[in-house]
Nanobody, 121 residues
Framework: QVHIVESGGGLVQPGGSLRLSCAASGTIFSIYAMGWYRQAPGNQRELVAVITSGGNTRYGESVKGRFTISRDNAKNTAYLQMNSLKPEDTAVYYC???????????????WGQGTQVTVSS
């Protein structure tokens, strides 16, 4: 089993910045990928950013150039630096991890509980 802890959400003014953290703990041999998705009321969950264990990244079109994802493999932790925030970035942000528990096992998907990000003046 894997436990996901997200932190760093909150209220920020337009143009401001926030940094989200996602820490995974438990029975982990390796983490194939860690990422962030978000969901605003009435909308489907959408990709924000994802990073693989090798450092390859992918971003949603609406956040390119403003958000940066990084990870500390030794700490099983991913970070999302969000700059130039806009009201349309307001959503619940969910951490997603793809975990291998034991060498040779398949990859399992885990989600965090979500953290609220509100961009408003």
């Amino acid at each position: 089993q894997v436990h996901i802890v997200e932190s760093g959400g909150g209220l920020v003014q337009p143009g401001g910045s926030l940094r989200l953290s996602c820490a995974a703990s438990g029975t982990i041999f390796s983490i194939y990928a860690m990422g962030w998705y978000r969901q605003a009321p009435g909308n489907q969950r959408e990709l924000v950013a994802v990073i693989t264990s090798g450092g390859n990244t992918r971003y949603g079109e609406s956040v390119k150039g403003r958000f940066t994802i990084s990870r500390d493999n030794a700490k099983n932790t991913a970070y999302l630096q969000m700059n130039s925030l806009k009201p349309e970035d307001t959503a619940v942000y969910y951490c997603h991890t793809r975990v291998i528990h034991i060498l040779g096992d398949p990859i399992y998907d885990y989600w965090g509980q979500g953290t609220q990000v509100t961009v408003s003046s």
